[in-house]
């Protein structure tokens, strides 16, 4: 347990001094901020509180950028300490390979509460400011808070892998993109082509809700937006968000930084020095 | 029992074989340099003995573990060629780290760093040190808690003539403590002096496994004698030597060691036409190269 927060303190040190980090953490409080400006305007319309509309706003900021810094901060984990060589006196240190990618993930979760509380803070804190009746919107923004911090990790757990699979930084960080843009961009895309295509057949009744609830960032999407109606009707996507029990959409979110930890172990395990 | 025992061992890439059949053992306190030209397979041996890279036959046996097991790691250092750091961290941190990662206390930092001469820059980042300050801090680390096996990769590299022999005092130290000491060197005159047992390897193949005085037996190389002659007799030298004349006034002699004295008998036969004598026994680079020669097939 010391060597794993031995690695964190030393990971955390570092993630603090490195400029990705810093851009990572400026992304989340500017984007944080120009969506509750933006969203202010459909406010009176829906009738529901600023901080709910905010809370649905930032939900579908999070499914992008939640993951996109988390695969930023992970991606380098292994393959960098690879490239400069550190690793292999690392390796001869009496700790286990599992305790190393431990002290990297807690220290990167650590990072990654860091941006977000910022992020959604700033968000949170002007809605509040602008809209007394706000206060109704505070759950389903706590759940927002630890549902991303949970996406986080599934995307910090993969980026591990990709870290170790790739070895280079550079083959890392091209394949930590490939993996965002499948998981985030063209699986809703395939999906939704798909979809279409069936036309409301044993597809879209049966197979398409699983494919859905499988992906970690739709899975977060569905849960945050079933778990409240306000939001959800902020967001314009109520009936769908209801076709899913939210608790698979939980499970799914859970299970996916285990799996994705499960497969950084696994292949963390066959690299030599 | 031995520190380290390596029986057979050999390690194939592909067609290269960089280790054939190598078998020696390492007991307390001993200090074993391993020397070979470059890609002659020491880098490999050492990061085998860490477990660091798999082998594919003979056996070796470390602390009394495999190599690599949690058991062996507690107790061997290990200093890589080329040692690398974060280069955020400070030379502090990083020590701190490291032995938070060895259950000491972090506390200790301060005093290893002073041990290599960091105490100065430990609160800089070690993006800023130089070569042989990266080569201190290594060092540092691998003086942690009490190891009793150290394998030490180049350890001298980038290293100011002082630091060496700071180092080496070190070493002696932890060798007089019963820690066994495993280094490659490229710089034969100071591990002529500091280490007790000389292993070369070309090619892959251990070809010397002995202290540097047997060595010196068993190669037999020539030894050279100077013989310098009084004004004018040189010629009258040269002649009743039988050696060749070199600089005016100095006869050169190459002999073979069991010579010594019958050489010397005749030299100073000599008496009044010498006005000095100076034999010089093979140097360590010609007993290196004289066993790095040697391949087996
Ligand atoms: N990972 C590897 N893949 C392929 N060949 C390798 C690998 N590592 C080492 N070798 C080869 O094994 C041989 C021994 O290399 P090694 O690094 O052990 O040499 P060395 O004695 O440490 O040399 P130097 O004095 O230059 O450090 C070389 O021919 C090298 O090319
Ligand atoms: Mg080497």
Not at chain 1, 15 to 28: D, E, K, T
Request: hydrophobic share 55%; charged share 15%.
């Amino acid at each position: 347990m010391n060597a794993i927060l031995a690695i964190s303190a030393a990971e955390f040190r570092i993630a603090l001094r490195n400029r990705w980090v810093a851009i990572a953490v400026a992304m989340m409080a500017l984007f944080s901020l120009v969506l509750t400006g933006a969203g202010s305007a459909p406010t009176g319309i829906l009738g529901a509180d600023r901080l709910s509309v905010t809370v649905a706003s930032l939900t579908s900021l999070a499914v992008y950028l939640v993951p996109l810094v988390a695969l930023l901060m992970s991606f380098d984990a292994i393959a960098g300490e690879v490239e400069r060589g550190t690793l292999p006196l690392m390796l001869t240190y009496p700790l286990g390979r599992v305790e190393i990618l431990l002290g990297n993930f807690i220290a990167h979760m650590l990072t990654l509460t860091l941006a977000v509380a910022i992020g959604y803070g700033l968000a949170a804190g002007v809605a509040i400011w602008a809209d007394p009746r706000a206060s109704a919107g505070v759950p389903a923004m706590v759940r927002l808070f630890w549902t991303s911090l949970i996406l986080g990790a599934a995307f910090v757990a993969i980026g591990y892998a990709i870290s170790v699979i790739a070895r280079r930084p550079g083959a890392a960080a091209g394949l930590a993109i490939a993996i965002w843009l499948v998981l985030i961009v063209l699986y809703d895309l395939g999906l939704l082509a798909a979809v279409v295509t069936d036309d409301g057949g044993r597809f879209t009744t049966e197979i398409f809700p699983w494919l859905l609830v499988g992906n970690p960032a739709d899975a977060f999407r569905l849960y945050n937006l079933s778990a409240s109606d306000a939001t959800a009707a902020a967001a314009g996507v109520g009936a769908a968000a209801h076709a899913i029990p939210p608790a698979y959409a939980l499970a799914s979110i859970l299970l996916w930084p285990l799996l994705g930890l499960g497969l950084a172990v696994l292949a963390f395990r066959k690299v030599t020095s | 029992m031995p520190n380290l025992i390596l029986s057979r061992l050999t390690k194939t890439f592909g067609v290269t074989r960089a280790l054939r059949d190598v078998s020696f053992t390492v007991a307390p306190g001993e200090r074993i340099a391993l020397l070979g030209h470059n890609g002659a397979g020491k880098s490999t041996l050492m990061k085998i003995v860490l477990g660091l890279i798999p082998f594919d036959g003979g056996m070796a046996t470390v602390l009394g573990a495999a190599p690599g097991d949690r058991a062996a790691r507690r107790q061997v250092a290990y200093l890589p060629e080329n040692v690398a750091f974060h280069p955020a961290l400070t030379g502090l941190e990083q020590i701190r780290t490291y032995l938070r990662l060895r259950g000491e206390a972090a506390r200790d930092a301060m005093g290893l760093l002073d041990r290599v001469g960091l105490a100065d820059a430990a609160t800089r980042r070690i993006g800023t040190y130089s070569k042989g300050m990266r080569q201190r801090v290594g060092l540092a680390q691998a003086l942690i808690g009490k190891p009793r096996l150290l394998v030490l990769d180049e350890p001298t590299s980038g290293l100011d003539p002082v630091s060496r022999r700071d180092f080496y005092a070190t070493l002696d130290g932890l060798a007089a403590d019963g820690a066994s000491i495993l280094l490659s060197s490229h710089a034969l005159t100071e591990v002529e002096a500091r280490t007790d047992r000389i292993v070369i390897l070309s090619q892959g193949a251990m070809v010397a496994n002995a202290s540097l005085a047997q060595l010196r037996q068993q190669a037999a190389l020539p030894i050279q004698m100077q013989v310098r002659a009084r004004d004018g007799a040189a010629d009258m030298v040269a002649e009743s030597l039988g050696g060749a004349r070199f600089n005016g006034a100095t006869v050169n002699l190459n002999f073979a060691p069991d010579q010594k004295l019958a050489r010397l008998t005749q030299v100073t036969a000599l008496g009044a036409l010498i006005e000095d004598v100076e034999v010089i026994p093979p140097s360590l680079e010609d007993i290196y190269s004289h066993f790095s020669k040697q391949v087996r097939p």
